[in-house]
């Protein structure tokens, strides 16, 4: 497909948030959104008693109901002026709404309208919630035109993908703004296919080559843009980054997804520990000490049949590079402790345990504040 010239340089990062909410509070747990089951009700009773106040419950995406249901299709049906069905090689844009969008749509009203049910029957509603979306970066990588390519491989589809999906955030807030009355929204933006977008890692339909990369001023442009977005509706951006390859530069001069999103105008970044290195966390001190808020995936997903890390085990993992880098016992709270991958994968049971642990842990954590 022929590719539009590359756009100029990004606009310049904004300052640091003006308000590191996490600094001087409590370390917190929440989770990416993926939830076993087929239930919407028991799933969001479950979170919603496991996440309660300090930490950050969250709207649960149930995949084992089928197409629609997943983060993909999900995200796709908030597009707005765009549709989507389903192919065998995927979702595919479309010029207007059939079965698989309005199932999708369907499903996520049903999701909305559950949680305001179960928050309703509360004491006490809860101060946060938090919902997600794919990023429009990875949307466009997993998405396809007409002519069986990917939106990823025309900038002007890029282009558009971008305006669709800003354009859709305010009422995606506002409607979980309404089920959660009072509650502040925090928009988790995953964008997991980022680094390959940008390092032109992305296959063609064929799958005999790969498209070309999209440049990081296209892809800061475009996540300024989202940020703006969720900031007009007065809610928290935070990206979730691929795993182990947040920071790393991918060639020379070029920024990292990381960097990018902070970048942006991001509130914060999540991430996986696991093969985060030296240079990795140094980035999260800087991130740290400016006030924003490090979304933690310390806690290892469990194969079936085997046992969750000890919590002290947990704890030290954090503990050991925070002292490396001499960063403050009190700027703990700045983190936000979560899976390392999603839980839909587990049975309910076991993910309930991955939610209480988190909890345990960041209430360990906050012990070793209080007592610096």
């Given amino acids: 497909m022929p590719q539009g010239p590359e756009p100029d340089q990004g606009p310049a990062a904004p ?20 939830w076993p089951g087929t239930d919407p009700v028991e799933s969001s009773r479950v979170v919603r008693g496991e996440l309660g106040d300090p930490h950050l419950p969250f709207l649960v995406e149930l995949p084992q109901r089928g197409p629609g ?54 004491e006490r509603t809860g101060e946060a919630l938090k919902i997600s979306l794919r990023g429009p970066l990875s949307l466009a990588a997993n998405l396809y035109l007409h002519n069986g390519e990917r939106a990823l491989s025309d900038a002007g589809a890029r282009r558009d993908m971008v305006q669709s999906f800003t354009a859709g955030i305010g009422d995606y807030v506002a409607r979980a703004a309404s089920s959660a009355p009072g509650a502040r929204i925090t928009v988790q933006i995953e964008e997991p296919d980022i680094a390959a977008v940008l390092a032109g890692g992305i296959p063609t339909a064929s799958g005999y080559r790969t498209l070309r990369s999209v440049p990081s001023s296209e892809v800061s442009g475009a996540w300024h843009q989202v940020c703006d977005a969720v900031e007009a509706v007065g809610a928290d951006a935070v990206f979730s980054l691929p795993r182990a390859e947040g920071f790393g530069p991918l060639r020379s001069g070029t920024q990292s997804p990381f960097e990018l999103a902070l970048g942006a105008g991001a509130q ?53 590079p925070w002292r490396k880098l001499g960063l403050s016992l009190q700027d703990l709270p700045a983190l936000r402790l979560t899976p390392s991958a999603g839980l839909a994968e587990l049975s309910p049971e076991a993910a309930r345990k991955v939610l209480a642990r988190l909890t345990q842990t960041a209430s360990a954590l906050d012990q070793v504040v209080a007592e610096a």
């Fill in 15 to 34: 300052e640091a948030p003006s308000r590191p909410e996490a600094r001087n509070g409590l370390v917190t747990a929440t989770a990416a959104g993926s």
């Fill in 69 to 122: 249901a997943d983060a993909l299709g999900r995200s796709a049906s908030l597009l707005v002026d765009l549709f989507v069905d389903i192919q065998p090689h995927g979702w595919r844009l479309v010029e207007r709404p059939g079965k698989d969008h309005r199932r999708a749509v369907s499903l996520l009203a049903q999701d909305l309208n559950v949680l305001a049910d179960v928050i309703g029957a509360e």
């Fill in 268 to 320: 914060g970044a999540a991430l996986a520990a696991d093969g985060l290195d030296a240079r990795d966390w140094e980035g999260i001190a800087e991130a740290v000490e400016s006030g924003r808020r490090i979304w933690l995936g310390m806690l290892p997903v469990p194969a079936a049949g085997t046992e969750l890390p000890q919590v002290s085990a947990l704890v030290e993992r954090v503990l050991r």
